[in-house]
């Protein structure tokens, strides 16, 4: 294993990371006792602890005192549901980190106009977020909300508050369904730049529009999967199929 020029603890993360995407390690399941793995890997106690902490950062591993070192779960999205990705996650003990990009008034433009059934052109609030899982970019987000529910959000905390929530308390919107369409798309060099991949490769794009009790479209999303852990899994069954996110570490 060792590599010449790489942190010792760097490669002990980084032989960890791939044993746990090998399903050596499970998801939800301990890793072994730290005096265990120091000893597998001929290091003292204080660079495995680097190690596991890096880990850590990334999202991989979760170190709970008095408990252990486990596996972060995998998070799976139900497709089906209309709850935020942050709040599927953090059922399931992922805490998905938001990081809001952007956040003003902004022209509709031709194909989200649409999407929403107002003028091209005409104000809405545009919410630009990354999503993280520790600290590795999972999902990057575009959020558009029109007239004139926008106003309301203009002040929100997004890396804090639910977008969903927010509609539902401040605009006093009830949120009943949506539709979703996934493509492969080539990464866009302005989206690229934002999660610090490379421009062209390969990613999973949802758009979905949200609507109200009413049958008003109410928000339009679109979200680029960057993080190539997170895949769909279909469940077929004699009398229908069920989609879900997750992601593979």
Known sequence: MPRAGIAKYRQIGQDLAARIGRGE?????????QALLSRE?????????????????DGLIAQLPGRGTF????????????????????????????????????????????SLDRPRGEPALRLERLRRIGRRPAVHQV?????????????????VASLYRSLEQRCQLAIVRATETLRARALSATIAAAVGRPAGQPVLVAERVTFDSRNVPIVHDLATIVDDSISILAQRAHRGTELSWAAQF
Do not use: C
């Open 41 to 57: 890997y001929g290091v003292t106690l204080m660079t495995l602890r680097q190690a596991l902490g890096e880990l850590e950062a």
């Open 143 to 159: 959020s558009w909300i029109p007239l004139p529910w926008s106003q309301a959000l203009l002040d929100v905390d997004f890396e």
């Open 71 to 114: 596996v972060t779960p995998v998070p799976t999205l139900d497709l089906r549901s209309l709850n935020s990705l942050a709040e599927d996650l953090r059922a399931q003990g992922v805490e998905l980190a938001t990081v809001v990009l952007g956040h003003r008034l902004r022209a509709l433009p031709a194909g989200v106009a649409g």
């Open 25 to 33: 390690f499970r998801p939800g399941k301990p890793l072994p006792s």
